[in-house]
Every structure is written in C-alpha cells, then in structure tokens.
Nanobody, 124 residues
C-alpha cells in the first residue's frame, strides 16, 4: 500500500503560479511511476502529467505543455507539480497517483493508488 497526500492548492489569479506537492508513505517511493490528474466540475478526470520511477522521463498533456513541470525527490518521497502561467481552465481538483510499475502510462485506470486531491482555482 502507498498513501498519498497532496498539498499546495489554492486560489490564484490568471497568469500566476502554484506548486503542488504529494507526500508518499508506505512502500518504496522510488519503485513507482507517478502522475498528476485533474478533475473539473462535471468533467471526467483527465491526465495532466507523469514521471517515471527515476525522474528521467516525463510526459505532459498538450494543454499544459510548456507551463507545468513535474518532478520528484525520491529521497524525500515527494512528487511535485510546478504550475506557471495558470489559466481559468486549469481550475480543478488535482490528484496525484502512483502506479505499480516503474514506467508511466497515461490511463487513469492503470494507477493503483490515489491521494484525496487538492483544489486549484484560477480566477480571470
């Protein structure tokens, strides 16, 4: 079992920045590929970005490419999401997720562990 706890969400104006964190506990963090998903009201939960077990490979949704950066610190068992140039359409609950495997995929069904989510609201 892996327990995930997100933090860092909040209210920000368009064009601003936020940094989300996801603290992991339980099993060896470095054995898991990690990802961020988000869910806006009335919409499906969607893939945002993912990172492999070592941090050496990442993937981004087209909607956030060039604005968001995923990273991980395996020594601190923590996943990060740096979000810059935020837009109102980025408003959602953001979830971190862990997958039983070292390499990421983008399908939410293949992630085994989820955090409780953190709200990000971007005002125009």
């Amino acid at each position: 079992q892996v327990q995930l706890v997100e933090s860092g969400g909040g209210l920000v104006q368009a064009g601003g920045s936020l940094r989300l964190s996801c603290a992991a506990s339980g099993r060896t963090f470095s054995n898991y590929a990690m990802a961020w998903f988000r869910q806006a009201p009335g919409k499906e939960r969607e893939f945002v970005t993912a990172i492999n077990y070592s941090g050496g490979s990442t993937r981004y949704a087209d909607s956030v490419k060039g604005r968001f950066t995923i990273s991980r610190d395996n020594a601190k068992n923590t996943l990060y999401l740096q979000m810059n140039s935020l837009k109102p359409e980025d408003t959602a609950v953001y979830y971190c997720a862990a997958r039983d495997g070292r390499y990421y995929i983008t399908a939410r069904e293949d992630y085994n562990y989820w955090g409780q989510g953190t709200q990000v609201t971007v005002s125009s």
